[in-house]
Nanobody, 121 residues
């Protein structure tokens, strides 16, 4: 069973930056893809970004492209989401996810508990 623990959320002013971390453990060698999702109050969870554990492939939602960067440290089994030029509409709970069985950028099998990101105007 893969365990995911997010950290790095907080309150920031619009235009500011935050860096989220996701520490993975428990069988991550079986996972092919790591993703970030977010869910704002009253809205459905939405895809933000993803990165493969091997190689350099990344994928972003249009809403964050050019502002967010996903990266990984394989030695530490950790994935990061660098968020720059934050906007109030980026306010949400951010979740880390791992794919073992899924077959697309959007399908994941394991989820973290989430970390709150709040952007003030």
């Amino acid at each position: 069973q893969v365990q995911l623990v997010e950290s790095g959320g907080g309150l920031v002013q619009a235009g500011g930056s935050l860096r989220l971390s996701c520490a993975a453990s428990g069988g991550t060698f079986r996972c092919y893809l790591m993703g970030w999702f977010r869910q704002a109050p009253g809205k459905e969870r939405e895809f933000v970004a993803a990165i493969r554990w091997t190689g350099s492939s990344t994928y972003y939602a249009d809403s964050v492209k050019g502002r967010f960067t996903v990266s990984r440290d394989n030695a530490k089994n950790t994935v990061f989401l660098q968020m720059n030029s934050l906007k109030p509409e980026d306010t949400a709970v951010y979740y880390c996810a791992a794919q073992e069985y899924g077959s697309s950028w959007y399908e994941y099998d394991y989820w973290g508990q989430g970390t709150q990101v709040s952007v003030s105007s």
